[in-house]
């Protein structure tokens, strides 16, 4: 059975940083991995993803400023989350795709199969 349980969510000033990290088991192989926000009101988006080949993208808001990795050896997903605005203030979610797409297209919450609980991140100004 995979599980994956976010941690390091906080709350932080605008310009701080915070880490999350992923930590994953049952989950032998996969496609992509990527993190996933959401506030209230507002759709689930796409925030960073990393596949399994290590190509990562990352959503315009967030270029420049946050940057996902991966310790295989702890079998955890990171994302660092650097010069935090308002903007940035959801509930943060880790997701992992088992599925095969034809396209390659993994930036759509659409294509994972498996998600954590997610962990909150406010940022005040």
């Known amino acids: 059975q995979v599980q994956l349980v976010e941690s390091g969510g906080d709350s932080v000033q605008s310009g701080g940083s915070l880490r999350l990290s992923c930590a994953t088991s049952g989950l032998t192989w996969h496609f992509s991995m990527g993190w996933f926000r959401q506030s209230p009101g507002k759709e689930r988006e796409a925030v960073a993803a990393?596949?399994?080949?290590?190509?990562?993208t990352y959503a315009d808001s967030v270029k420049g400023r946050f940057t996902i990795s991966r310790d295989n050896t702890k079998n955890t997903l990171y994302l660092q989350m650097d010069n935090l605005g308002s903007e940035d203030t959801a509930m943060y979610y880790c997701a992992a795709a088992t599925r095969y797409f034809n396209d390659g297209y993994y930036f759509s919450s659409d294509r994972y199969n498996h998600w954590g609980q997610g962990t909150q991140v406010t940022v005040s100004s």
């Open positions: 990393r596949t399994g080949a290590g190509v990562k």
